[in-house]
Nanobody
Framework: QVQLVESGGGLVQPGGSLRLSCAASGSIFGLNAMHWYRQAPGKQRELVASITRDGSTYYAYPAKGRFTISRGNAKNTVYLQMNSLKPEDTAVYYC?????????WGQGTQVTVSS
């Protein structure tokens, strides 16, 4: 069984930065892509950024120019560098891994942007 664990969330002032990490308990067979999602209270879970097996990246509009998704040295790790954070970035951030027909989710890490 594969388990993803997010870390790096916390409280940060507007304009500040955080780096989220996602680590899998083991190698993921047939990994196609990894994603960061977020969900704010009362809102739908939304995609923030993606990175495919070949390293291609995608960013949702709110993240463009501010967030960077990257792979770690280990193939089962992914990071989300978040800069110029805004209050509207406040949410629980989830790591997702797609491998064939399987989807793996972490438990989420809280990011709160507030002065």
């Amino acid at each position: 069984q594969v388990q993803l664990v997010e870390s790096g969330g916390g409280l940060v002032q507007p304009g500040g930065s955080l780096r989220l990490s996602c680590a899998a308990s083991g190698s993921i067979f047939g990994l196609n892509a990894m994603h960061w999602y977020r969900q704010a209270p009362g809102k739908q879970r939304e995609l923030v950024a993606s990175i495919t097996r070949d390293g291609s990246t995608y960013y949702a509009y709110p993240a463009k120019g501010r967030f960077t998704i990257s792979r770690g040295n280990a193939k089962n790790t992914v990071y989300l560098q978040m800069n110029s954070l805004k209050p509207e970035d406040t949410a629980v951030y989830y790591c997702n891994a797609q491998a064939g027909w399987n989807n793996y989710w972490g438990q989420g890490t809280q990011v709160t942007v507030s002065s």
